[in-house]
């Protein structure tokens, strides 16, 4: 579980509860299911309108992501191909058969290696698959600045239809109160779903689409390093550059690398 999505969202709900009850205010006051209807089923349209549906499916069905941390560990991953940059090096590529491998891609790029694909080939392969995936996930991210651009202007709709029906009935004192509240909670309610909930999930989804793209990357460099037999030492140097300099590990320790220790 991502804690900074979580800890973030509850931030959000906390300093709009404290916000309104700090102002003495009810928080009945401020919801109308009307300005819902407008502002949420309005957005929701007008997004399905903008994208196929199976597009739109997946981008909600992949918000679970945001709140997902990073199951890619660099460092681990950066062991498991020296490793194998090792093993192949002393007992040729066929020496990874048997190599039992949790991560699809990964084990993909493997498959490759011991089934003789020639450079070019893995290259082009790994290269389509990675782009692939990048074009997949930034769908969900496209969903969501989607759901960021319309709900504001829903919001602004319903705005309008809450200033039309007070003009209509400015004979009738009472009802200038609820159409007025109308007009406002809609754009509050465009406001808070665009900067309080999509735009900051379409960033997270974003963020998490240049993690996997880095680390697809890191596994096809590896695999082509491996695949050209050089020495596992300047592969581990190599692969290095992928983790942050305060978190990168000593040549020191290729050994027990290698030796799974």
């Not at 700090?22 to 309005?42: D, F, H, K, Q, W």
Request: charged content about 20%.
């Amino acid at each position: 579980m991502d804690k900074g999505s979580v800890i973030g969202i509850f931030l959000v709900i906390f300093a709009i509860v404290a916000g309104i009850s700090t102002g003495g205010e009810s928080i009945s006051n401020y919801i109308s299911p009307s300005s819902i209807a407008i502002v949420i089923l309005g957005t929701l349209g007008a997004t399905m309108l903008s994208v196929r549906p199976k597009v739109f499916l997946n981008a909600t069905g992949n918000i679970w992501l945001a709140f997902k941390s990073n199951s890619h560990n660099m460092e681990e991953t950066i062991d498991v191909c020296i490793r194998m940059a090792d093993k192949s090096r002393k007992g040729g590529l066929l020496a990874l058969e048997n190599e039992q491998l949790d991560d699809p891609f990964v084990a993909k790029t493997v498959d490759m290696l011991v089934d003789g694909y020639d450079h070019e080939t893995i290259d082009a392969l790994l290269n389509k698959e990675i782009y692939l995936t990048r074009e997949r996930n930034q769908q969900s991210v496209k969903v969501m600045k989607t759901f960021s651009e319309f709900a504001p202007a829903m919001g602004m709709v319903g705005t309008l239809i809450g200033l039309v029906a007070m003009l209509q009935n400015m004979e009738d004192p009472k009802t200038i109160g609820p159409s007025m509240a109308i007009a406002l909670l809609t754009t509050l309610y465009g406001a808070l779903i665009a900067n309080g909930i999509t735009t900051p999930l379409a960033k997270k989804l974003n963020a998490r689409s240049n993690e996997i793209l880095l680390y697809q990357t890191l596994v096809k460099d590896a695999a082509l390093k491996i695949m050209q037999g050089q020495n596992p030492k300047a592969t581990y140097e190599f692969l290095q550059t992928y983790v942050e300099t305060h978190r990168r590990k000593s040549s020191d320790e290729l050994k027990q690398i290698i030796s799974g220790g």
